[in-house]
Nanobody, 120 residues
Framework: VQLVESGGGLVQAGDSLRLSCAAS????????MGWFRQAPGKEREFVSG???????TYVDSVKGRFTISRDNTKNTIYLQMISLKPEDTAVYYC???????????????WGQGTQVTVSS
């Protein structure tokens, strides 16, 4: 499975941004998909995930601000981010795994990442 992220950029605090992740090489609907992020000097952290059946989960720090979704006809997932904060600044990685629990613990597949920078 290959994952390619897009949509990152430089925005101001309070702005919105939508990340996309296009998948190829597998049966997309069979995979749990998600987003991780890694800020400078910090460990990579789970941000949000969506199962093949569209069950979603979020880390507490983004609940109410980020929305994950998937379009199985386009083999793509999205992360809509609103009310962005400087602490959201990080490289955002798309990830995939056959199992939802596997996605959160140790995804089998990773994208290359896309930079999101939120200025204050």
């Amino acid at each position: 499975v290959q994952l390619v992220e897009s949509g990152g950029g430089l925005v101001q605090a309070g702005d919105s941004l939508r990340l996309s992740c296009a998948a190829s090489g597998g049966t997309f609907s069979n995979y749990a998909m998600g987003w991780f992020r890694q800020a400078p000097g910090k460990e990579r952290e789970f941000v949000s995930g969506i199962s093949g059946g569209s069950t979603t989960t979020y880390v507490d720090s983004v609940k109410g601000r980020f929305t994950i979704s998937r379009d199985n006809t386009k083999n793509t997932i999205y992360l809509q981010m609103i009310s962005l904060k400087p602490e959201d600044t990080a490289v955002y990685y798309c990830a995939a795994d056959r199992l939802f629990i596997g996605l959160k613990r140790s995804p089998s597949y990773w994208g290359q990442g896309t930079q999101v920078t939120v200025s204050s």
